[in-house]
């Protein structure tokens, strides 16, 4: 699975940005698409997700009404639309086009992650 993430870059406060996920290499019917994001120093973490078979999508309690994932299925891409930025929204931002709830928390298929986009969001 060959995955690419493009769309981040330095924002203000009360920005917005958009990234896309090309995922390729495999078949992508099961389970989720998501995104996560690591910042400096922390875990990785979930902050959208979104079903393959679908449109069912799933956010992260603070980005809920901020952040909005979708789909291209036909194309294997995913995208994060992100309005209202905070810098303690400054991460990198990976995608994983086979994400799963295992019971307690999101995660992707070890071998299905992008090398990452970095967003910095500036006060």
């Given at each position: ?7 981040g870059?330095?924002?203000q406060a009360?920005g917005?940005l ?5 995922a ?10 998501g995104w996560f994001r690591?910042?400096?120093?922390k875990e ?5 997700g979104?079903?393959w078979?679908?449109?069912r ?6 980005v ?5 994932i979708?789909?291209d299925?036909a194309?294997?891409i ?6 209202e930025l905070?810098?303690?929204g400054s991460?990198?931002?990976y995608?994983n086009?086979?994400?799963?709830w ?13 090398q990452?986009?970095q ?5």
């Amino acid at each position: 699975v060959q995955v690419h993430e493009s769309g981040g870059g330095l924002v203000q406060a009360g920005g917005s940005l958009r990234l896309s996920c090309a995922a390729s290499g495999g078949t992508f019917t099961k389970n989720a698409a998501g995104w996560f994001r690591q910042a400096p120093g922390k875990e990785r973490e979930f902050v959208a997700g979104i079903d393959w078979e679908g449109d069912r999508t799933y956010y992260r309690s603070t980005v809920k009404g901020r952040f909005t994932i979708s789909k291209d299925s036909a194309k294997n891409i995913i995208y994060l639309q992100m309005i209202e930025l905070k810098p303690e929204g400054s991460a990198v931002y990976y995608c994983n086009p086979e994400t799963y709830w295992d019971g307690n928390r999101w995660r992707g298929v070890v071998g299905s992650w992008g090398q990452g986009t970095q967003i910095t969001v500036s006060t």
